[in-house]
């Protein structure tokens, strides 16, 4: 069993675009600039955009934090965003999600310029993605087909499946997995609350991407021999021992599983880690593409 270490690759991903930037600044090019924002005071989304911004500061980006309550209305929130897509010195845009019940995330997305958009999650961005064209690649996937590229994984003709269909992970993954080149080339099962007889298709895996937000859900029995299990979830349980009140559990049950994989990502330290690095490089080409 391998561990696939999201921390090492994403350090790599992030030197290799340092140098970029420093060769940017050696050229008097524009530097990348990722423009951030975060309504309200979710714990979880407060710990994610540190970590973005955190990342862009590492690499040599710009970046810009724009917190607003999470009263701000609708109206509101668009009208930055469309000041955003306005500013030539704002590369990328991302929102961070969920947004607050009363704010649309379909007005919100569809707002954003696509050359900005560097979640890839608005619609032109995601039909250039499902037809296999240049495009930003939702982050999280994104990561994942990074770090298995690194490993040089080879997934020709794998039996996929994945867990969860939310157009944030599941359902680009699947798409990505189901593409040609490599990683790719698999047939793709996606699956969700509805789907019967999940453990077998589990069982039937060469490689699983559990996506579905279920602490310790895939057990060691869900799992074949020699399977690549790819770790998406990162929830917060309680922990009394742990000074930050919670542990971090991901949708897999590491102690069951890990043994029987070929390859296993932690939590965390797995995906969350490429996630960010994959960002990173969406926000690198949308510089490089908008100037
Ligand atoms: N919430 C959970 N994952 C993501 C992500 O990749 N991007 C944004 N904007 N919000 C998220």
Known sequence: MQILDGLLVSKATK????LKVAQLVTEGKKIPHL????VGTNGASETYVAAKVKACQEIG????????EDDISENKLLSIIEDLNLDPDIDGILVQLPLPKHISDEKVINTILPSKDVDGFHPVNVGRMVQGLDTFIPATPY????MLEHYRINTKGMQAVVIGRSNIVGRPMSILLSQSGNPGNCTVTI???HTKNLPEL?????????ALGIPEFVKGDMVKDG???IDVGITRVPDATKKSGFALKGDVEFATVAPKCSFITPVPGGVGPMTIAALMK????????NN
């Open 191 to 193: 699956t969700h609350s």
């Open 143 to 146: 990561g994942i087909m990074l």
């Open 15 to 18: 030197d290799e675009l340092r």
């Open 282 to 289: 969406n926000t690198f080409k949308a510089c490089v593409n």
């Open 202 to 210: 589990c069982r039937n895996a060469d490689i699983i991407v559990a």
């Open 227 to 229: 399977a690549i299990v």
């Open 61 to 68: 980006y710009k970046s810009t934090l724009i917190r607003l």
């Open 35 to 38: 423009a951030a924002v975060l």
